[in-house]
């Protein structure tokens, strides 16, 4: 079992920036961001590998992006030029299976409690 630990949403206005945390107890192969605005489905935000190859969502490409740090089991995600329709629950996912993967919540078996990002026009 690998626990998720978010941290680091709050509330910006429109054009501000966050970064978001998620401490892990374990590395893991494959790691990402979801996020699950009220009424919406959860959606993939952007994930990265063992090899470091990253994906993201098209509706923050050029504005965020992940990385990790393997000493700290720490992944983040840098999120730039907030807009209103980023708002939701930000869920940090894990996986250790390696191989081909996508963006999508069937790739990912742990989950954290997921942190809050509201952005305020």
């Known amino acids: 079992q690998v626990h998720l630990v978010e941290s680091g949403g709050g509330s910006v206005q429109a054009g501000g920036s966050l970064r978001l945390s998620c401490a892990a107890s374990?590395?893991?192969?494959?790691m990402g961001w979801f996020r699950q605005a009220p009424g919406k489905e959860r959606e993939g935000v952007a994930g990265i590998d063992g090899y470091g190859r990253t994906m993201y969502a098209d509706s923050v490409k050029g504005r965020c992006t992940i990385s990790r740090d393997y000493a700290k089991n720490t992944l983040y995600l840098q999120m730039n030029s907030l807009k209103p329709e980023d708002t939701a629950m930000y869920y940090c996912a894990a996986d250790a299976r390696s191989g081909w993967w996508a963006l999508d919540r069937d790739y990912y078996i742990y989950w954290g409690q997921g942190t809050q990002v509201t952005v305020s026009s």
């Open positions: 374990e590395n893991t192969y494959r």
